[in-house]
């Protein structure tokens, strides 16, 4: 048992390295399309992004620091990168950000990053599996026709049903630290799939931004882990209620519970002599 304790998490990890590369076909995410705003000409036409990455954190998760920042130094030229708050805890919550993380996704820790929405990386060790996790990730994003902004008004066009959600991202003041978090998510706003325009004049007037329009269903999606180190048995997402943002952590504690069990196993013998002993020194003194 203590053999199986020890080398699980070794075929766990090989398993979970050997489904490189991962696709995204049984996304929720169909296509997604990016913004910067305002741009030089009158007219911003979308680029489509070649990858969409989610990352859920926290102004007091200490864990978030070291990952926010090489975060930061990733090229999203063609990468569609949204930082959402999601801990009614957190100075910058966002209550859409929250329902993403709740509902859709049903994670259970912060820090988690979601690519393509299909694929998890959750805590901060696996979240520096990042880079590996883009580079093994695939997704063939379609859906919409053609998508651009002209004085403010939004001009779109697709063949799919479903609705187009617009996620506004700002550089926002740490809480705590005396930096920028970049690509924060600040607003999100539904277009409704029959509604071809929107004047969006009061939702982007005086902002600098990138804007990201996802073109996506509502239902709940299974993520699947990218990580190529070992989560145990345990479910990644959750099947009923949502937990408490008081409970969020970033899953540290496995380790510890680990280390307990093994620990356990290899007092069991010394326990078992102890007590063969002990009952032959009272046999002894009857």
């Not at 519970?257 to 196993?265: H, N, P």
Request: proline share 3%; with cysteine; charged share 20%.
């Amino acid at each position: 048992m203590l053999c199986n304790i020890i080398v699980a998490p070794a075929i766990s990890a090989q398993s979970n390295a050997e489904n490189y590369p991962v696709s995204s076909e049984d996304s929720s995410v169909l296509d997604v399309f990016f913004v910067d705003y305002p741009c030089e000409s009158a007219t911003c036409e979308g680029v489509r992004a070649e990858t969409l990455v989610e990352y859920y954190g926290a102004d007091w998760c200490e864990p978030c620091e070291s990952l926010e920042l090489m975060i930061d130094s990733i090229n999203t030229e063609r990468l569609a990168l949204i930082h959402h708050h999601p801990s009614i805890n957190d100075q910058n919550y966002l209550n859409h950000s929250s329902a993403k993380f709740a509902n859709q996704y049903r994670l259970i820790f912060i820090p988690s990053i979601v690519i393509n929405s299909y694929g998890l990386l959750t805590g901060a060790g696996q979240g520096a599996e990042l880079n590996q996790s883009i580079a093994g990730s695939t997704a063939n994003f379609s859906g919409i026709d053609n998508l651009s902004i002209s004085n403010n008004v939004l001009y779109w066009n697709t063949s799919s049903i479903y609705n187009l959600s617009i996620w506004k991202l700002e550089p926002i003041q740490h809480e705590f630290d005396d930096r920028l978090l970049n690509n924060t998510a600040s607003g999100m706003i539904t277009v409704d799939n029959q509604q071809r325009e929107l004047d969006m004049s009061d939702w982007v007037s005086n902002s600098t931004s990138r804007l990201i329009f996802i073109l996506q269903s509502d239902e709940t999606q299974s993520l699947k882990s990218l990580s190529s180190s070992s989560t145990g048995d345990k479910e990644l997402t959750l099947s009923d209620e949502p937990l408490s943002d008081l409970l969020l952590h970033d899953g540290s504690y496995d380790a510890a519970i680990v280390t307990f069990v093994i620990l356990l196993f290899c007092l069991m013998p010394a326990l078992i002599s102890f007590r063969r002993l002990q009952k032959q020194v009272d046999d002894e003194s009857e």
